[in-house]
C-alpha cells in the first residue's frame, strides 16, 4: 500500500506560479513511477505529467509542456508539479498517482492521493 498527500493548492492570478507537492509513504519509493493529473468540474480526470522512478525520463501533456515542471526527490519520497505561467484554465484539483510503470491513463495508476485545489483567477 502506498499512500500519497498533495499539498500547495491555491488561489493564484493568472501568470502566477504554485508549487504542488506530494508526499508518499508506505512501499519503496523509488519503486514507483508517479503522475500528476488533475479534474475540472464536470470534466474527466486528465492527465498533467509524469516522471520515471529514477526521475530521469518526464512526459507532459501538451497543454502544461512548457509551463509545468515535474520533479521528484527520492531521498524525501515527494514528487513536486512546479507550474508557472499559469491560466484560468489550468483551474482543477490536482492529484498525484503512483505506480510501478509510468503511463499517462489514468487506468494505469494504482495508487492515488486525495487532491489539492488550484484555483488561478482572471
Known amino acids: 500500500q502506498v499512500k500519497l498527500v498533495e499539498s500547495g493548492g491555491g488561489l493564484v492570478q493568472a501568470g502566477g506560479s504554485l508549487r504542488l507537492s506530494c508526499a508518499a509513504s508506505g512501499r519503496t519509493f523509488t519503486s514507483y513511477a508517479m503522475g500528476w493529473f488533475r479534474q475540472a468540474p464536470g470534466k474527466e480526470r486528465e492527465f498533467v505529467a509524469t516522471?520515471?522512478?529514477?526521475?530521469?525520463?518526464?512526459y507532459y501533456a501538451d497543454s502544461v509542456k512548457g509551463r509545468f515542471t515535474i520533479s521528484r526527490d527520492n531521498a524525501k519520497n515527494t514528487v513536486y508539479l512546479q507550474m508557472i505561467s499559469l491560466k484560468p484554465e489550468d483551474t482543477a484539483a490536482y492529484y498525484c498517482?503512483?505506480?510501478?510503470?509510468?503511463?499517462?491513463?489514468?487506468?494505469?495508476?494504482?495508487?492515488w492521493g486525495q487532491g489539492t485545489q488550484v484555483t488561478v483567477s482572471s
Open positions: 516522471i520515471s522512478r529514477s526521475g530521469g525520463s518526464t
Open positions: 498517482a503512483a505506480d510501478r510503470l509510468a503511463g499517462s491513463s489514468v487506468h494505469e495508476y494504482e495508487y
